[in-house]
């Protein structure tokens, strides 16, 4: 028996293995190793193998990956375009489920989606090259993941023909990879990678007393949009402004080498107080980079990005304490991904909870060696990782919002506690189509500069971003409306909606018509019936809308 477990990650990718002769001979967790695309990261434990998530086109349905990326940008040969055949952070944007352009290279077009596939395929064959044949593939996602990125995964697990698919969020697996299996244990595990940070408060409990198999119960979470990849740039945009350069006069190539010397800078920052890199330009013009711990955490405070970690911390703590959690409760806190190496991220986390239960062992290895643990029969307890609302439209306002069904947080299975009502909003309405979408939480911020080179930032904006689980819902006009506390569906023409109530005879304005009984089973498959109260037929009986997360 082997059990592989990925986990994709925006800057690093880790691929670890579990092999068993026996269910009684069970291997410990084991990092695996590409000798050509694999880098090593030293943590206190050890050497870290990880594969840099790179991409490089370098000709014709040809590719670099990892190490030999790296290694191909820090060659002073470079094709002149260089840039648009590089690709990186393709993880979080799909994650974000936002679409970059495509780009067209040697005649052919490449999105993120078909990168990252060619990137994790890349992973597989070499997987299979070395006589590895896993009976189960385990693959980690961040917390706040939408549902395309879900059905991406599932996608790409097909084409490889996985007998035995799991996916698991990357703070649950964490808490499981520091061995944080004893019952009632309970312990915070911030997850900071390259492009997202998540949160999770997860308990240890047994299944029963007779059980031996552990569940992980997650309380609370928390994530935002926001990561590594960030801290680059910001680094990157220091320097432009001390020399006085702006992003403008300088070429994309020149950019990358200036992104990836501000990587190596607060790589380096996590084990010295101050660094020294030289930036050579296109011109032969060397330029100095010289940037202090002190210095790298005012960029970050000055860009937010520490009030975002504080407000995440809050969020989860309140979510804990309305359900009887309290801070001190808490018997350890887990840092997990590259970004958790920073000083400044470091000792925030300790000043929320002391030094002692703040542990770093296993930045780079914890998510992809805990989700291993789900092959030895570890359950997962969850909740959901969004709310899910139904989007309406109001007429006399002209714009859209949306009603809540399910909240984030809540345990699964479950069943609302009275039907929704549902009107028609026009007259002779022969259908009240459904849409229904996720809910999550966006934080922004805005950065300005003034004319010497300071910098200011404005207050964290919170919006609620509303993701239909329709197909290819996006830029179709809907017509729903609220009156009287009674929800409105007018009809609509399109055929690809989440749900759909057909009316006989046509429904008229001002009366209630259908009522809609929404449930959520044990698979977390949200599902509808909806009764026609005219007619009292039954006209949806218990029909599966989705998967939710």
Known sequence: MSIIAIDFGTSNTAIAILTSQDDWDIDKPKTLCFDDISRDFVTSEGIASLVPSLVYVSGKQQFLFGKQVEKKAGSQVKERDHSKRLFQGFKRDIVANFRSPDREIDGERYDVEAIAEIFLMEIWQRLRSQNIEPTQLILTVPVGTFEAYLNWFHSFANKIQVPNLKIIDESTAAALGYAVTRPNALVLVIDFGGG???????????????????????????????????????????????????????????????????????????????????????????????????????????NQMLDQLREAIDEVLTLALNKGTSKAAIEQVLLVGGSCQIVAIQQLVISYFGKSKVKLGKPFEAVAHGALVLGQAIAIEDHLRHSYAIRLWEPYLNQYSFYTLFEKGTTYPCQRPEPLILQAAIAAQAEIWLDIGEVADISQSEVTYDTLGRMTSSQLLKQSDFRSLSINSRNVPRHNSEADHKVINQDQSESNQVCIARLEPLGQLGSDRIAVDFAIDERRVLIATIKDLLTDKLLINQQAIAKLE
């Not at 001390?242 to 607060?266: H, M, V, Y």
């Not at 002190?294 to 405070?301: F, G, R, S, Y």
């Open 196 to 302: 997202t940070l998540d949160l999770s408060l997860v308990r240890t409990a047994p299944i029963n007393k007779k059980s031996q198999v552990t569940k992980a119960e997650v309380i609370a979470k928390s994530d935002a949009y926001i990561g590594g990849i960030d801290f680059d740039c910001w680094i990157a945009e220091h320097f432009l402004r001390q020399w006085g350069i702006t992003r403008s006069q300088i070429s994309e190539n020149d950019w990358l080498k200036i992104l990836k010397l501000a990587e190596q800078i607060k790589i380096k920052l996590s084990l010295v107080t101050e660094v020294t890199e030289t930036w050579l330009d296109e011109q032969m013009m060397t330029r100095e980079m010289i940037l202090s711990q002190a210095e790298l955490t005012d960029i970050l405070e000055q």
